[in-house]
């Protein structure tokens, strides 16, 4: 087991409400990455947060928000959401100086 | 720009038969590569990685920087190893994912 758990697993949402997913990161794994997954592709990095701090962003708009916290959780806030933000939303923590990741079981967004 | 190609979706072997997964990239400098795995119902999980050099479940993937590759293989498939793989590279904070492939190891 690595450690990383996401909540919650599913979630529905209407176009133009927001979100909050939430990620437990493994401890001592001070940073944390955000992905999106939609259907039948690889990942997309979101963000990146390395000690509360953002250090990082892939091609996703400012509606995509995230924040760390010091007991190795965080969030990945969605605002105004859109029928193409459906996918599948991964978080994976690891530890500052190693680049393996280690990934949470995701969150499953539908937005109608 | 940096970019992980995985030309299969899809790849469907006899059990006991030769598997290998095909991945190129695109990267200027050394690139550091990782196959990751994901099993019906379970979270992504590292199968292995370039720099360790390691051999895990049988399989093993050998970086061809001159033809850009980082092909994953295993000798003689197992059924146990019908899962999705992933290929993926890191730069820049972040890792970029070739799309996957399916491999359906048939009894």
């Known amino acids: 087991e690595t450690g990383v758990t996401q909540s919650p697993t599913h979630l529905i949402k209407t176009r133009g409400q927001q979100v909050t997913l939430r990620c437990s990161s493994q401890s001592g794994h001070n940073t944390v990455s955000w992905y999106q997954q939609a259907l039948g592709q690889g990942p997309q990095f979101i963000f990146q947060?390395?000690?509360?701090?953002?250090?990082g962003r892939g091609n996703f708009p400012p509606r995509f928000s995230g924040l760390q916290f010091p007991n190795y959780s965080s969030e990945l806030n969605v605002n105004a959401l859109e029928l193409d933000d459906s996918a599948l939303y991964l978080c994976?923590?690891?530890?500052?100086?190693?680049?393996?990741?280690?990934f949470g079981q995701g969150t499953r967004l539908t937005v109608v | 720009a940096q970019r992980v190609t995985q030309p299969e979706k899809l790849l469907s072997v006899f059990k006991g038969a030769p598997v290998e997964l095909k991945c190129n990239y695109s990267?200027?400098?050394?690139?550091?590569l990782f196959w990751y795995v994901q099993y019906s119902r379970q979270r992504l999980q590292l199968l292995l990685r370039h720099i360790s050099r390691e051999s895990i479940k049988g399989f093993t993937a050998d970086l061809n920087k001159g033809e850009t590759s980082f092909h994953l293989k295993k000798p003689f498939a197992q059924e146990e190893d019908s899962a999705m793989y992933y290929c993926?590279?890191?730069?820049?904070?972040?890792?970029?994912w070739g799309a996957g492939t399916k491999l359906i190891i048939k009894p």
């Open positions: 994976a923590s690891r530890p500052t100086f190693d680049t393996e990741a280690f």
């Open positions: 990267y200027s400098g050394s690139p550091e």
């Open positions: 993926a590279l890191y730069s820049n904070y972040q890792l970029i």
């Open positions: 947060y390395y000690r509360e701090e953002e250090n």
